[in-house]
């Protein structure tokens, strides 16, 4: 069974920075090329895309709101997605998900994904 999981999420001050984990398991996961994203959902709001990673890790691209403050990265084993973020603000906390997508290129819209992960929650204080 197909199954994302997130990790490292929790409470930071504004400024601060935070690492999220995203580990794959599953036959799809270890047979096919598959891409993956981060997005999030703030209470009251739409799921956003945040960011994404082609299978090679060759391609990424981000939301505006996060260039040059998020970083998305893939072990070299692929299984493993990382969302690196620094300089968090107020406006960042939201449960973020992690996606996965049999393509080899990094989508950026939320239906475009076929597998996610339960969610973390992401605060930054003020």
């Known amino acids: 069974q197909e199954q994302l999981v997130e990790s490292g999420g929790g409470l930071v001050q504004a400024g601060g920075s935070l690492r999220l984990s995203c580990a794959a398991s599953g036959r799809t996961f270890d047979t096919y090329a598959y891409s993956m994203g981060w997005f999030r959902q703030a209470p009251g709001k739409e799921r956003e895309f945040v960011a994404a990673i082609s299978w090679s890790g060759g391609r990424t691209n981000y939301a505006d709101s996060v260039k040059g403050r998020f970083t998305i990265s893939r072990d070299g084993g692929k299984n493993t997605v990382y969302l690196q973020m620094s300089s968090l603000k107020p406006e960042d906390t939201a449960v973020y998900y992690c996606?996965?997508?049999?393509?080899?290129?990094?989508?950026?819209?939320?239906?475009?994904?076929?597998?996610w992960g339960q969610g973390t929650q992401v605060t930054v204080s003020s």
């Open positions: 996606a996965a997508r049999r393509t080899l290129i990094a989508p950026m819209t939320w239906r475009e994904y076929d597998y």
